[in-house]
């Protein structure tokens, strides 16, 4: 059984920092790129980051460059999403997912999803 585990949403208050892990089982994150994806309410899911299989590579949507960092671990079997500077436009579920391959949005398997609110 594939599960990939989101944890780490919470209310948050504009400016604060959040991390966020994603724990897998059942596959070895090794074998695949990783990813962030987002989706606020009223709004469509959308690409934040990737991370190349053993992290030397990483990618952004422009609107978290500089803000948000992912991270990897593979021998955890995990990876990690830091975010600071959060701001209100920020609230979304956000899910983890192993990609298809890097510079490729298309997802093999997705999390559960983890809810952050950024709100004053």
């Known amino acids: 059984q594939v599960q990939l585990t989101e944890s780490g949403g919470r209310l948050v208050q504009p400016g604060e920092s959040l991390s966020l892990s994603c724990a897998a089982s059942g596959i070895s994150l090794s074998s695949f790129p990783m990813g962030w994806f987002r989706q606020g309410p009223g709004r469509e899911r959308e690409f934040v980051a990737a991370i190349s299989w053993t992290g030397g590579s990483t990618y952004y949507t422009g609107s978290v460059q500089g803000r948000f960092t992912i991270s990897r671990d593979n021998a955890k079997n995990a990876v990690f999403l830091q975010m600071n500077g959060l701001k209100p436009e920020d609230s979304a579920v956000y899910y983890c997912?192993?990609?298809?391959?890097?510079?490729?949005?298309?997802?093999?398997?997705w999390g559960q999803g983890t809810q952050v609110t950024v709100s004053s």
């Open positions: 997912a192993a990609l298809r391959g890097y510079d490729d949005s298309k997802v093999e398997y």
